[in-house]
């Protein structure tokens, strides 16, 4: 291909974002800023009863916006969650989606606005070619996002994960629209994050910079940005894990996963291609099984990688190259306690052709450097194990 045509790409950065500790308090700012007037708070069930959500209902409804809740959405949100947050949603009369949370929660809210308005089923707007054309603009509502974890980086995306139950699987749905109109990263909400979240939301984060650097697109700026991202991760996560109550370490762990979101618009590839259906048939933590793959993916992708990972591997201080990168990857794994292959994670070996099969149609895997096939992800995938 003339050099003329790789040198061609469709670029697209985030949105609005106040950043900084204690920002959660302009929630209704931010409401205004997007025209919300009655928005509907969207969460997971494990964050419905903390008391940074009864905050969060007690600041919208001294702005006069209300203090509804949708909290029934589960750790890998599905089309019965987003069933249930749209009949919520009509059934109050809401004009607007607060996105709060960790990426399930993100997720499954920019889904309920997306669909507020739509016709057509969610699987007619899956990330695949032009379908997100199919959907109507003018059916999408306004979106502020507030994270509560530090990993997917869901409220600086335009897509979100949502698990098909008749099919077992992960889809991607895809619409430039659901890009948050507002958000808030306030990184002290992040704060009362168990070691255990805090390791695999962050390595979810870690995740999305590796591949994205990795990817063969064209796109520097997501390059640079991914780059500078694993470095944050490389500095802070232990950090944030040794110690929740790092305020800096939250705060760059919170930016790391906002960059990650924003890079890997360049590719994502093998890892995920692999945690998704993982994560669809087991039900396991996304980060936690990215970070389970992560080595043998870099095993596996080498040999097309090796000049990036040098690069990665310099601006990160580490001796050595490629080879000191990978070490580096899997002392971070060590050291957050993160599981060391699929068997770990409750995984049944015999079923490595049909997670293969489930990877190669993950929308995912065409950023991979290596192309996969059957027979070469089910060598990837056994590795993995």
């Known amino acids: 291909m003339p050099l003329t045509e790789t040198l061609r790409a469709n670029w697209s950065y985030p949105t609005a ?4 500790a204690g920002r959660v308090s302009e929630i209704g700012e931010a409401c205004t800023a997007a025209g919300i007037r009655r928005p509907l708070i969207v969460t997971d069930r494990g964050l419905a ?3 940074i959500t009864e905050r969060l209902r007690d600041l919208t409804d001294a702005a006069g916006l209300g203090r509804a809740l949708f909290a029934e959405v589960s750790p890998n949100p599905d089309a019965h969650d987003l069933a249930a947050g749209l009949e919520a949603y009509r059934m109050g009369h809401h004009d607007g989606v607060i996105a709060f949370g960790g990426g399930s929660g993100l997720d499954l809210a920019k889904m309920v606005a997306f669909m507020s308005g739509q016709s057509r089923p969610i699987w007619d707007f899956e990330d695949i070619g032009d379908w997100w054309t199919r959907a109507d603009p003018a059916g999408i509502a306004p979106i502020v996002a507030v994270p509560t974890t530090a990993g997917t980086g869901s409220e600086v995306g335009r897509a979100s994960v949502i698990t098909d139950p008749e099919t077992h699987t992960k889809k991607v749905i895809f619409h ?3 890009l948050p ?3 808030i990263c306030d990184p002290e909400l992040t704060v009362g994050m168990p070691p255990a979240i805090t390791a695999g939301t962050g390595m979810d984060a870690f995740a999305h910079c590796l591949e994205a650097y990795c990817a063969p697109s064209f796109h ?6 991914a780059l500078e991202g694993l470095r944050l991760v490389s500095e ?13 370490a939250r705060a760059q762990m919170m930016a790391a996963a906002a960059m990650g979101a924003v890079a890997f618009q360049k590719g994502l590839g093998a890892i995920h291609a692999i945690s998704h259906p993982v994560g669809a048939l087991y039900g396991t933590h996304h980060g936690t099984t990215n970070a389970a793959v992560m080595a043998a993916v870099l095993r596996f992708n080498r040999p097309a990688i090796a000049d990036r990972l040098d690069r990665a591997a310099a601006y990160l201080g580490l001796t050595g190259g490629a ?3 990978a070490a580096h990857t899997a002392d ?3 050291r957050l306690g993160m599981p060391t292959g699929l068997k770990a994670l409750g995984v049944d070996p015999a079923r490595t052709p049909e997670l293969a099969a489930m990877a190669l149609k993950d929308p995912t895997v065409g950023g991979n450097p290596i192309p996969l096939t059957q027979s070469t992800a089910e060598v990837l995938i056994a590795d993995a194990m």
């Open 181 to 183: 109109t507002q958000v």
């Open 236 to 248: 802070y996560l232990p950090r944030a894990y040794a110690d929740g109550s790092d305020l800096e």
């Open 332 to 334: 971070l794994n060590a």
């Open 49 to 51: 009863a903390l008391p």
């Open 176 to 178: 430039p629209s659901v």
């Open 220 to 225: 520097p700026m997501s390059a640079g940005i």
């Open 323 to 325: 080879e000191a990168f």
């Open 17 to 20: 974002i106040r950043f900084g």
